[in-house]
C-alpha cells in the first residue's frame, strides 16, 4: 500500500507544492489522489482508498514536518552563532553579564537569553549591544564567500553578501556596500510578514533614504506614519525617532541606504 502510495506521490510535481501552506500539500494530493484511485474501478474498495488516502497524507505531513524542522534548526544555529559573537566579545572585555546589560541598557535576562541563542535582537537593542562592547554592528553579519583581490572594498558579489538575520522580528539584512569605512551603506532588507524593526523607534546620526522593491511598508518618523507601497522612496533624518514594519500579508523588499554607515 504504502508503495502505491509514493509511486501517487512522485507524479505530483513536489516544487509546485508550497510547504509552508500545509492546506495547499492537502488539498493537491487530496484531489490527486480521487482523479488516480477514487476513480479508478480497480480500487473500488472504500476501505483500501481510505486505507491509502491516509498513508498518503502521513507521507505528506512528514514532507512538511522535514521541511519545518529545517527551517527551525537554520533560525537556531543563526541565533546560537549571533549569541557566541556577544558573549566571545564581552568575556574579552572582561565584563559581567550585568555590566554589559547596563551599557547596552537591557534587562540582565534579555542579555543571557541572548547569549544563549534563545531569541534575536531587534535593530534597536543589537545597535546597543554594539555600542557597549565598541563595534560596529555590521561586526555580527554573516560572512559571504571572500571576494577575488581586485574586487575587494569596491564590489559585492550576490553570493559574496553579509548577511544578518533577525528571526524574532522577521528581518533579514543583507549589507551590499564593502564595508563600514565609507560614508555611505547601502543594505537590502526583508521583511516577513509581520516582521519589523522591532516595536520601539530608535535614533543616529545623518540620513535614511530608500525604495521599496516589493511589498508595503510601514515606516513611523517622529510622530508621522506612512505607507509606502512598491516603487515608491522615502528619505528622512535619523535624527528623528523611526521604525518600520511590513504592511503586507507578502514578503517586502526595501533598499535601504544610511549615510554615515549605521551598522
Known amino acids: 500500500m504504502l508503495v502505491v502510495t509514493e509511486t501517487l506521490l512522485s507524479f505530483i510535481d513536489i516544487n509546485s507544492l508550497n510547504w ?15 482523479f488516480t484511485v477514487g476513480c479508478n474501478q480497480t480500487c473500488s474498495d472504500g476501505v483500501l482508498q481510505l486505507r491509502l488516502w491516509l498513508a498518503g497524507i502521513s507521507l505528506v505531513m512528514s514532507k512538511i514536518t522535514d521541511e519545518e524542522t529545517f527551517s527551525e534548526e537554520a533560525e537556531r544555529n543563526e541565533n546560537l552563532w549571533l549569541g557566541f559573537q556577544i558573549r566571545s566579545l564581552r568575556l574579552s ?13 537591557l534587562s540582565v535576562g534579555m542579555v543571557s537569553q541572548l547569549e544563549r541563542g ?6 534597536r537593542s543589537l545597535r546597543y549591544i554594539s555600542d557597549a562592547l565598541e563595534v560596529p ?13 581586485e574586487e575587494i572594498g569596491r564590489i559585492v558579489r550576490q553570493s559574496a553578501r553579509r548577511r544578518l538575520r533577525l528571526t524574532s522580528s522577521g528581518m533579514t539584512k543583507d549589507l551590499l556596500t564593502p564595508d563600514t569605512s565609507g560614508l555611505l551603506q547601502l543594505t537590502l532588507i526583508t521583511l516577513e510578514p509581520n516582521g519589523s524593526s522591532g516595536a520601539e523607534a530608535y535614533t543616529h546620526q545623518g540620513e535614511d533614504a530608500g525604495f521599496v522593491l ?9 510622530d508621522d506614519t506612512h505607507i509606502l507601497n512598491e516603487g515608491d522612496s522615502f528619505r528622512f533624518k535619523s535624527e528623528l525617532p523611526h521604525r518600520f514594519a511590513n504592511a503586507d500579508t507578502r514578503v517586502t523588499e526595501v533598499l535601504w541606504s544610511v549615510t554615515p554607515p549605521f551598522y
Open 20 to 34: 509552508d501552506n500545509k492546506s495547499d500539500c492537502l488539498i493537491k494530493f487530496s484531489i490527486y489522489f480521487h
Open 93 to 105: 572585555k572582561g565584563y559581567s553579564l550585568q555590566t554589559l546589560a547596563k551599557k547596552a541598557c
Open 118 to 123: 534563545l531569541v534575536s535582537p531587534t535593530v
Open 137 to 149: 554592528t555590521a561586526y555580527f553579519f554573516l560572512e559571504g564567500k571572500p571576494p577575488p583581490t
Open 214 to 222: 516589493k511589498g508595503s511598508l510601514k515606516l513611523w518618523v517622529g
